[in-house]
């Protein structure tokens, strides 16, 4: 056994991690173009009608529409679906902000449901149980990449008639059982923020995948104040509500030479990813990112858990460890689950208010998602870029291991 960086010994991490440039020449040229149009205007112009037309070629789907984020995306989603005053939203407590944003602007109530232990994604069961008679619609967030346990979702939604909506902000072409995520649900909500598998600065992309002609005309019309901009129906009278979350040609031009990469980053963030689990499985105290069978996960970042109690240290004695073996690393995800975030805490969405909150009787109370909590008091989050090599993840793996070894052995010392 190497001794630990920490006392001086060398570091599992011999390389620097892989690098390189995400936009080159290509967007360059696509935003030129763009320019050239003469207008930045998704609706006159080619770019974003182009970029949508690839990402529907790329999914084998027939119809998407744009938006300005991903946090629009699903905003978009719910209220194109009908997601109104007083209704319940189910959703995961580990996730962006941006996944319940557009549940509370409809003055929809979020509802948080448990996650499973290791795939950090939502218990099917868990769901079921948070079902009432205001349940109208279920946002499964793929974590990380991760594809949610999509036949037993669908199944709960068809038997209480509830809408699917996919965050796919973290799963670019992650694949459930063959199918891509982005396709499952009634509809698919995408980010190009800058830190997403492709960016377009800030942009995002909804996906409508079993409705009719009318439904993509009311997603449509949701992202650009509900105006109707169809030939069949032209009007600027819209009857209900909507923002605007327009995507500019600018985007989705960059848009346009981001997807050709994307595949590409893809698959190497995917054969990088199944490369570190298969070398973390067995190690003690350690337990890998749970992938579903015959399921892909394109790794937007890695995280893995561990045994304290096993292991015998902290976290952050864990963490520190790693880190001085040169591999960067983040103790936990977000800080909390979002119910306990002031927000929720507060029940005060707009300052001065508790609406839409006391429409429903709903709690946010902490231990109300166990697994949730614990995830984030146990995992280790390990970033994740299509520029790392193998070699990237054998050292991570090494020092992994390094450390785990490290401190059951001095566990083991001690109780001697
Ligand atoms: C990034 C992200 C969002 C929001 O996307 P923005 O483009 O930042 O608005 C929503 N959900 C998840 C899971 C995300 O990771």
Not at 82 to 105: H, N
Not at 127 to 134: L, N, P, Q, V, Y
Not at 207 to 213: A, D, E, F, L
Request: some cysteine.
């Amino acid at each position: 056994m190497e001794q630990p960086a920490m006392l001086g010994g060398p570091k599992a991490k011999t390389v620097p991690f892989g690098s390189g440039k995400r936009f080159g020449r290509e967007e360059a040229d696509e935003l030129l173009e763009a320019l050239q149009q003469g207008t930045l205007f998704y609706h006159f112009g080619e770019k974003v009608k182009t970029f949508l037309s690839d990402f529907n070629k790329l999914y084998g789907i027939s119809a998407s529409v744009a938006a300005s984020s991903g946090t629009a995306a699903l905003h978009t989603a719910l209220g194109a679906a009908g997601i109104t005053v007083g209704d319940e939203v189910i959703t995961s407590p580990i996730t962006d902000q941006g996944t319940i944003v557009g549940v509370l602007y409809q003055n929809a109530i979020p509802v948080f449901a448990d996650l499973e232990p290791h795939s950090f994604n939502l218990s099917p069961e868990a769901i079921e149980k948070k079902i009432t008679s205001r349940t109208k619609a279920i946002i499964a967030v793929h974590l990380a990449g991760n594809p949610c346990r999509m036949d037993e979702i669908l199944s709960i939604a068809k038997k209480h008639r509830l809408i699917v909506i996919e965050d796919c902000a973290q799963s670019y072409l992650a694949k459930y059982k063959g199918k891509l995520t982005g396709t499952l649900g009634d509809y698919g909500c995408f980010s190009t923020n800058d830190f997403k598998h492709i960016s377009t600065g800030d942009g995002g992309i909804i996906t409508v995948n079993y409705g009719s002609r009318e439904d993509y005309e009311r997603v449509h019309a949701f992202a650009d104040k509900n105006y109707s901009r169809f030939e069949s129906n032209v009007t600027r009278e819209p009857s209900h509500l909507a923002p605007n979350y327009r995507m500019t040609e600018l985007q989705g031009a960059v848009g346009i030479a981001q997807l050709k990469k994307l595949p590409w980053i893809c698959r190497k963030r995917n054969e990088l990813g199944t490369l570190l689990t298969d070398r973390l499985k067995g190690l003690t105290g350690i337990t890998p990112m749970e992938i579903e069978e015959n399921s892909e996960c394109t790794y937007w970042f890695y995280m893995f858990r561990i045994d304290l109690e096993e292991l015998g240290c902290t976290r952050e004695e864990f963490s520190e460890f790693l880190r001085e073996e040169g591999i960067p690393n983040q103790a936990g995800y977000i800080p909390k689950p979002l119910y306990l975030t002031p927000l929720f805490q507060r029940k005060e969405a707009y300052p001065g208010s508790t609406f839409p909150f006391h429409l429903s009787d709903v709690s946010y109370q902490e231990g109300s998602c166990p697994n949730a909590e614990e995830i984030l008091k146990t995992a280790i989050k390990l970033p994740m870029s299509e520029f790392f090599t193998q070699q990237d993840m054998e050292e991570t793996a090494a020092g992994i291991n390094k450390a785990a070894h490290y401190f059951t052995c001095s566990r083991r010392a001690e109780k001697a």
